[in-house]
């Protein structure tokens, strides 16, 4: 009993603090393009530019390999490549907790989780709450060290914890490994439309070096939230696609997205003249670049 009136509170000042902070969240963070609402209205899909996009394209500039306009929302952390940060002695990115026990998340993040929960909770799902954000080097190091099955954690330095993007999501009284549980089919349809992707999907360990874990989602934004989705790919397919020369164009909440990849030259990156962007780094050598149009 003492157990889950410890969660009801836990669950309850995700929701509070969540709403308190979103503010604050905004403020820290005002470039951050706004969450989608909706669902996807039109699909170019992956069939290749427009004419119009490869127009636009042909007028661009470029900015700095360590630009503050780059980003690492689409960094891949896994068994093969280290989160940069991981060693450092405080979270990396600007964090706000979410909740009376010692969770942080990344700002983006939480932004995110505020409009995911809120929804939730509008629809009657008020028991979700987190129970891992940002987690420390030597956090990771004992977890690891501890775990009698290492398919469920990282090593120490390569978990997606260390960079504040990545929330561990209970419910009250149920267990999120429950396949017909409503409240975690809830989370797997709606997460997409704020950013997040269940990051360690069913049948993709051979991949992620991580068995299924439904309760582990990870922020990488939209429209790649919804591409990741749509086309069933894990992150690590998500940038080997982009690696590979894939790109896209999708339209979600009315407005035009185009995604590509760029690799460094002579110390740059390129980028549009003619489009709002975003640029990030995929923790691999490349750039992930998103434009938008409204």
Not at 41 to 55: A, M, P, V, Y
């Amino acid at each position: 009993m003492k157990k889950r009136r410890k969660r009801r509170r836990c669950g309850a000042a995700l929701v509070v603090v969540l709403t308190l902070v979103v503010g604050a969240a905004w403020f820290l963070h005002s470039a951050e393009w706004g969450e989608a609402q909706g669902e996807v209205e039109e699909w170019d899909g992956s069939q290749g530019w427009t004419n119009e996009l490869t127009t636009k394209l042909a007028s661009h500039g470029w900015i700095g390999k360590d630009s503050p306009k780059i980003q690492d929302v689409l960094a891949l952390v896994n068994g093969d490549y280290e989160d940069p940060g991981a060693t450092e002695p405080a979270p990396a990115h600007p964090s706000v907790d979410v909740a009376t026990r010692d969770v942080e998340l990344d700002v983006r993040a939480l932004q995110a989780a505020q409009a995911l929960f809120y929804e939730a909770e509008e629809q009657g799902y008020t028991g979700y709450y987190l129970t891992s954000g940002i987690r420390s080097y030597e956090r990771q190091r004992q977890l690891y060290d501890e775990a009698e099955d290492k398919s469920y954690v990282q090593k120490p330095g390569h978990s997606e914890h260390h960079t504040g993007l990545a929330m561990d999501v209970a419910y009250l009284e149920r267990d999120m490994k429950d396949e017909d549980s409503k409240e975690l089919r809830w989370l797997k349809k709606n997460a997409r439309r704020y950013g997040w992707i269940l990051r360690y999907p069913k049948g993709k360990k051979h991949i992620t070096g991580i068995a299924y874990e439904p309760w582990h989602f990870r922020y990488v934004g939209v429209p790649h939230s919804y591409y990741m989705e749509e086309n069933n790919m894990c992150h690590e397919e998500y940038v080997e696609y982009l690696r590979g020369g894939g790109k896209y164009e999708m339209v979600v909440d009315g407005v035009r997205y185009s995604v590509w990849y760029e690799n460094v030259n002579d110390g740059k990156v390129r980028v549009p003249e003619d489009m709002g962007y975003e640029v990030s780094r995929d923790n691999t050598g490349g750039y992930v670049l998103t434009g938008r149009r409204d």
